[in-house]
């Protein structure tokens, strides 16, 4: 049996990388998703991608950092497949204006920071009641193993998703035991985005040349919030959970 079958699953950013891999993982076990993007044409063509494969989806347009829009997509959902059992708020990510603390732009800190943290809020605070309507489920966050390792020059990011990740464990605690609350903390993986981060950051750099088992790919995070959004982790709630290659250990 598929290990999503009966599930519906909103996931946020999912028109590229690491979303759209999820995405079409979530599918493949038997879940309803619909892929919740601000780029409407990069939305359809995960959703598209999906039915080729011959799962079910759908493409809404949604901004998570404006309340109505992340609202009106959850209710959407809703109506549409009937319930919501999964969340995973990956929309967000860094950008080479990064910097730290005393040379960061502060337009870059407040971009992230209503991105990543604040857009995971918003997803949380309407998301969470509608996975309790359907009777439980999951919620998945995406921190970073740069809020769980000191690295230089991401101080930007660094504040957003270590945000991320005391919130999930606050969230884990009020919402239990109908919600789980869990978060994935990846170190840099090979999307297009980060190869191009990757090549501009000589810290970056040096932090991708540490892994110890390999690059990371979109897929190896998509395997582990399907992990986190089955039944396989009923009893995991709370954690923050790297998929980074042994670079918090290296």
């Known amino acids: 049996m598929p290990r999503l079958e009966g599930k519906v ?14 995405a079409r ?12 993007e601000v780029n409407a044409a990069a939305g359809e063509q995960t959703a598209q991608l999906i039915v080729q494969e011959g799962g079910q989806a759908i ?28 969340l995973h708020n990956n929309a967000g990510g860094s950008t080479a204006r990064d910097s730290n603390v005393t ?34 489920g ?6 970073s193993n ?3 390792m000191g690295v230089p020059g991401r101080d930007c990011y660094t504040a957003a998703k270590g945000g991320v990740a005391a919130m999930t464990r606050s969230m884990a605690v009020e919402f239990a035991p109908k919600v789980r ?13 980060v190869r191009t981060l990757v090549a501009g950051n000589a810290a970056l750099g040096k932090l991708a040349e540490s892994h110890l088992v390999g690059l990371i790919e979109p897929e190896d995070i998509a395997s582990m ?17 790297p998929v980074d290659s042994g670079v918090i250990i290296s």
């Not at 993982?25 to 919740?36: P, Q, S, T």
């Open 103 to 136: 040379e960061a732009p502060l337009e870059e800190f407040w971009r992230v920071i209503k991105l990543d943290l604040f857009g995971t809020f918003l997803g949380c605070r309407f998301g969470i009641p509608a996975i309790v309507r359907s009777g439980g």
């Open 138 to 143: 999951s919620v998945i966050n995406m921190s």
């Open 59 to 86: 493409a809404i347009t949604t901004d998570v950092t404006e309340p109505d829009s992340i609202q009106a997509t959850i209710d959407k959902a809703v109506q549409h497949y009937g319930g919501l059992h999964v």
């Open 25 to 36: 993982l979530f599918a493949a076990e038997g879940a309803r998703v619909v892929i919740a």
């Open 181 to 193: 609350v869990n978060a994935i903390a990846p170190s840099a993986t090979m999307t297009d985005r």
């Open 146 to 148: 740069v809020a769980l």
């Open 225 to 241: 919030a399907l992990f986190l959004a089955s039944d396989e982790s009923s009893k995991v709630t709370g954690h923050i959970y």
């Open 9 to 22: 699953a909103v996931i946020t950013g999912a028109g590229t990388g690491i979303g759209r891999a999820t």
